[in-house]
């Protein structure tokens, strides 16, 4: 007895046809959905009504799967909106920062498997402050700066990045920087050459949890602490 031959016959709480048992069963990894997006703690798949879509190639649609919109476009409408969306970067190199720099109702959901960011020059590839909330995961940068979290004399920003990796590029430079905000790294692999990896200022809250950071080309790790009221944690980490 067949309990399905495709996705259609099967429930949002077991929403993937297997088609070699032909039964029901949670999603795993985001292509497993339509939506391009898993909600892998409940095994379900995200509705893609619920989903703003960017596209690496700066199309200027509106922002759903089929007509995906430009980085920014795309977070600006997440963010804005009155219950917060989940913001999908479809696969591709996008060479313009993710900056997420406004609060919103809820944390700010980032996917970005199959997404890399490569950005040359000071900007950092992820971008996070004035009081912006943002939770992002399964995404590569490489760039010459990977993280600013937060900024002095505005509201208190909070990042957590998630399953990521970041390589640097360049030779000098800082590649995290935090202040006034709570940032989480969790199962994150950081490649540095000398550039130091992290920066943190006043107010700055940092948590590592199994960071896994290796020197490529001779260059160091260095942690730089120079603030006050800052909270640091590293567990796990090689």
Do not use: W
């Amino acid at each position: 007895c067949r309990e399905c031959v495709d996705n259609t016959q099967c429930s949002t709480t077991k929403p993937i046809c297997d088609l070699t048992t032909h039964s029901c069963k949670a999603c795993v990894v985001d292509d497993d959905c339509d939506s391009r997006v898993c909600d892998q703690d409940a095994g379900q798949c995200v509705d893609e009504n619920s989903i703003v879509y960017a596209s690496a190639e700066n199309s200027f649609g509106t922002c759903s799967l089929s007509q995906p919109c430009p980085l920014q476009q795309a977070v600006t409408l997440a963010t804005n909106s009155a219950v917060t969306r989940t913001l999908r970067m479809l696969p591709g190199t996008y060479t313009s920062s993710l900056e997420v720099r406004a609060p919103s109702t809820s944390q700010l959901q980032i996917v970005g498997t199959g997404a890399t960011i490569a950005v040359i020059g000071d900007k950092a590839a992820i971008v996070v402050t004035r009081g912006a909330n943002a939770a992002i995961r399964d995404l590569i940068s490489t760039s010459e700066k990977a993280v600013l979290c937060g900024e002095p004399n505005v509201g208190r920003s909070s990042l957590l990045l998630a399953r990521s990796s970041l390589t640097a590029i360049g030779s000098s430079g800082t590649q995290i920087e935090v202040e006034r905000c709570d940032l989480t790294l969790s199962r994150v692999e950081m490649s540095l050459g000398q550039q130091d990896m992290l920066g943190t200022r006043d107010d700055a809250t940092f948590v590592a949890d199994r960071l896994h950071a290796r020197a490529i080309g001779g260059g160091g790790t260095t942690m730089i602490f120079a603030g006050q009221r800052m909270n640091v944690r590293v567990t796990g980490a090689l």
